[in-house]
């Protein structure tokens, strides 16, 4: 009841064209005590049922006897059943032979795929003709993450999730402690990174957090590392001067000949081991032995040769890194950190920290639920936290 679950499924029910009946409604008296509700859910179609039922799911609202899985081979490469079933980023289960089995690194937007006992999300890009595929509401249930009470005296300033007036060095320290668990625990961090990293003069403090060992993946498309190597080669960013903050003569040639230089080498790591790039966060992450992913866009000048330019190929080569993340923080990148996000279980805490609200607030709404937003200018929150963690 308190985080209103109960309302957004009766909304969802009737945006969808179905009806209900609520049979029995048990409310705790306490913040911590569970509230359980009964509802009957129908429609004149079964298909229609079967998509308002998977979609309640979203919201963690099971049937009470969901019955076994049901099975149906994939008609062809890169097509699923009709009625295949649509995962979320919860936790997900899925009932084989009257035993319950854990969906491995839920992931938004895929199917199941049951092969050998086991139960694997699956992008429609990858499944293969006569992969047996979950299809429908049956058998699956998902597991909500327990949610934190408001507790009864606390006041509506700055409660959101996302917000540019909460007490930033509060919120710096809280998010290196996490990061020190997280590694205290033998898991992975996480880095989604944008240009603005270099623009803002942020680098320098980027480079001290993987030195430190705070970052163990990144990534990113083509403009940052492009941006963050003009800058060890060149010492400007887009052409300005990073030490003055003016432009340079020829300075907007700098990117492109950085690329040019790169691809030369053959790679950035070939550029690091030639002594070529001897500088920056690329470098960095090279001689830290740290993976790294660059999914390009049609945007891109050159590109770098690390950069992957199908992205399909840099979707699978990011799901790739995520086994062992333990957290994920994301600076400075809309399109690249909803892309994460869509690839990240519910139960990994996430971070986005933008100038602009409307890059932390699209986050969330586009399912990573989990996301916390700090607004804020890029290049003071990274020097404030490599102070935390890495001075």
Known sequence: MDTGALARILDDVLEYGGDYRIDSLDLGRQHEDASTAHISISSDDEELLARILMRLQVHGANQVDPGLALLRP??????????????????????????????????????????????????????????????????????????????????????????????????????????????????????????????????????????????????????????????????????????????????????IRAINTIRRAGSIAAAVEQGILTGGVMHAMVKADKAFVLVGSVRDDGPLPDVYTDVIEGQRAMRAQLPDVGFAIMVATMLHSIATGNLLPASIPLVSVDINPATVTKLADRGSAQAVGIVTDTGLFLEQLSRELAD
């Open 74 to 255: 994939a008609p062809t490469d890169g097509v699923f059943p009709d009625d295949f079933y649509s995962t979320t980023n919860l936790e997900t289960q899925v009932r084989l032979d009257d035993h319950w089995v854990d969906v491995e690194h839920p992931e938004m937007d895929c199917g199941l795929v049951v092969a050998d006992g086991q139960v694997r999300t699956v992008p429609v890009s990858d499944v293969a003709a006569g992969d047996q595929v979950v299809c429908g509401a049956s058998g699956v249930r998902v597991i909500m993450p327990v949610a934190e009470a408001k507790s009864a005296d606390d006041f509506g300033f700055m409660s959101s999730s996302v917000s540019s007036e909460k007490p930033q060095a509060l919120l710096v320290r809280q998010i290196a402690e996490q990061m020190r668990a997280v590694k205290a625990a033998g898991k992975r961090i996480l880095w989604v990174g944008g240009p603005a990293i270099v623009h803002t003069g942020a680098a320098p403090a980027m480079v001290k957090l993987v030195e430190a060992g705070f970052v163990d993946v990144l990534f990113a498309g083509n403009a940052l590392a492009t941006h963050d190597i003009e800058s060890a080669i060149f010492g400007t960013s887009l052409g300005v001067d990073l030490s003055k903050g003016s432009g340079v003569p020829h300075g907007h040639e700098h990117h």
